[in-house]
């Protein structure tokens, strides 16, 4: 479906930071004379996919070490993790668009900055809410819960983006939204099963409950951030995306730290 309809995504006549290389397929018959042409063929052509598979490995190895300090005595807050985490992003980001010249990569391109503010707030806030519902739910239950992403992107892309959305989706949006009540096992339907405790000990329902609901924050900022970053599309570099992104985490992730008696944690 056509999006030429839609406000948040049109042409411009500034810098175009898609790749404009052309893709050629090797051919079946020099295929057969050289297979050394079989893996860059292979990694040229599914160049997008491997670079998903490897950043979901980073992401859930990234969880998991969440997941491991908030089970240090005492536990290390999400805002430190945010903070650390994003600040040393911020400094690679804006240290690779400076050594590789990329323009502006300070305060982005023009007609895009409003959207890369956005994207990076409600990145932050997609951040938070995952880090923070791991403070009482299980790594594979919180990350089951950011599934329901997609399906939210989808929505807000078809409204706001006037993309499509298909019936297929919206099934599989209702079994997303099945998934998350099989999670979040409220008291009031899962009485039976209340005494089983799979997130560590001391957890309460109430606090599963509560962090289930922290999480579904998290997917509605992430949604935000994923329906930005189309909307902005080539009109800036993936760095100046990543770097807007950092810099708010940090920026918000400190406020919070200033305005709480939270206490920076330093291992011995």
């Not at 598979?53 to 070490?65: G, R, T, Y």
């Not at 430190?80 to 690679?92: D, N």
């Amino acid at each position: 479906m056509s999006n030429n309809k839609s406000p948040l995504i049109h042409t411009t006549a500034g810098h175009d930071y898609g790749s404009t290389r052309p893709i050629v397929a090797t051919s079946q018959e020099d295929e057969a004379i050289s297979g050394q042409r079989n893996l860059p063929g292979f990694v040229v052509n599914n160049t997008g996919m491997l670079y998903i598979i490897a950043s979901q490995f980073f992401f859930a190895s990234m969880n998991l070490s969440v997941k491991m300090l908030n089970s240090l005595e005492p536990p290390v807050h999400a805002f430190e993790v945010i903070v650390v985490r994003m600040g040393i992003t911020l400094i690679c980001c804006v240290t690779y668009m400076i050594v590789t010249g990329v323009p502006n990569p300070i305060i982005g391109p023009k007609g895009v900055r409003t959207l890369l503010v956005f994207r990076g707030i409600s990145g932050f806030v997609g951040l938070c809410g995952l880090y923070l519902s791991l403070q009482y739910l299980s790594v594979a239950d919180a990350i089951v819960l950011t599934f329901l992403t997609p399906i939210t992107t989808a929505v807000a892309g078809s409204l706001l983006l006037k993309e499509g959305y298909s019936v297929t989706q919206a099934v599989a949006g209702v079994f997303s939204l099945l998934g998350v009540i099989l999670i979040a096992r409220p008291p009031f339907l899962f009485n039976f099963i209340t005494a089983a405790n799979f997130d560590g000990p001391g957890t309460t329902p109430a606090q599963r409950l509560g962090a289930v609901g922290v999480a579904m924050i998290g997917v509605v900022g992430a949604t935000g951030a994923y329906t930005s970053i189309r909307a902005i599309g080539k009109r800036a570099h993936p760095m100046h995306v990543m770097s807007f992104f950092s810099l708010w985490c940090t920026i918000m992730a400190s406020l919070g730290f200033a305005n709480t008696s939270l206490h920076i944690y330093v291992s011995h």
